[in-house]
């Protein structure tokens, strides 16, 4: 059974860093897109970033362009997204998602284009 499991969030000032993980089972990794996804009280759900099963491709929102980083370490079955330079509007639940729809730039962001889903890590960007 497909499982994801995200860790690394928590309290940072503006300007720090975090790293999450997202930890998949059940799945052959480098089969599956990986997205990861915001969502803060009273704004609609974000995608933030993907590592697409298509060239490798990786995907960002326009607002982290420059401050985030996604990878895959395949042997450990884990997608990373190397937070810098937070801002407060940062703030959110990140979930990350896993599908095996071949995932172009035009869907990536879309969360209806991601069947499995893991259960959040709290970042909130405070001083």
């Known amino acids: 059974q497909v499982q994801l499991v995200e860790s690394g969030g928590g309290l940072v000032q503006p300007g720090g860093s975090l790293r999450l993980s997202c930890v998949a089972s059940g799945l052959t990794l480098d089969y599956y897109a990986i997205g990861w996804f915001r969502q803060a009280p009273g704004k609609e759900r974000e995608g933030v970033s993907c590592t697409s099963n298509v060239d490798g491709t990786t995907y960002y929102a326009d607002s982290v362009k420059g401050r985030f980083t996604i990878s895959r370490d395949n042997a450990k079955n884990t997608v990373y997204l190397q937070m810098n330079n937070l801002k407060p509007e940062d703030t959110a639940l990140y979930h990350c998602?896993?599908?095996?729809?071949?995932?172009?730039?035009?869907?990536?962001?879309?969360?209806?284009?991601?069947?499995?889903w893991g259960q959040g890590t709290q970042v909130t960007v405070s001083s």
């Open positions: 998602a896993a599908d095996l729809r071949l995932m172009y730039g035009g869907m990536w962001w879309s969360s209806h284009n991601y069947d499995y």
